[in-house]
């Protein structure tokens, strides 16, 4: 059982930064992946950005460039720091991850972008 809660996020305005950070009930070295998936309102929840055991990141493209994924293996957490954010950033963001070929999602914290 992985428990995941996330804190961050807020409101900023368009071309800000945020920071959002993942804190795992275990040992991130047990867990096979890490990372961030977001939902706006009426669309799908959609991958942001994950970090495997082994160091590999994958990024959405809508994000490249602007958003970091990063862990912390002391404080078994993995925070995602976003920079130039765009309205269309907007979302509830989860922090997710897979242990065991189990699913686990935290309780979701909102990011809004201001025009």
């Known amino acids: 059982q992985v428990q995941l809660v996330e804190s961050g996020g807020g409101l900023v305005q368009a071309g800000g930064s945020l920071r959002v950070s993942c804190a795992a009930s275990v040992s991130i070295f047990s867990i096979d992946i890490m990372g961030w998936y977001r939902q706006a309102p009426g669309k799908q929840r959609e991958l942001v950005a994950r970090i495997r055991r082994g160091g590999s990141i994958d990024y959405a493209d809508s994000v490249k460039g602007r958003f970091t994924i990063s862990r912390d293996n002391a404080k078994n957490t993995v925070d995602l720091q976003m920079n130039n954010l765009k309205p269309e950033d907007t979302a509830v963001y989860y922090c997710?991850?897979?242990?065991?070929?189990?699913?686990?999602w935290g309780q979701g914290t909102q990011v809004t972008v201001s025009s």
């Open positions: 997710h991850s897979i242990k065991n070929f189990m699913n686990y």
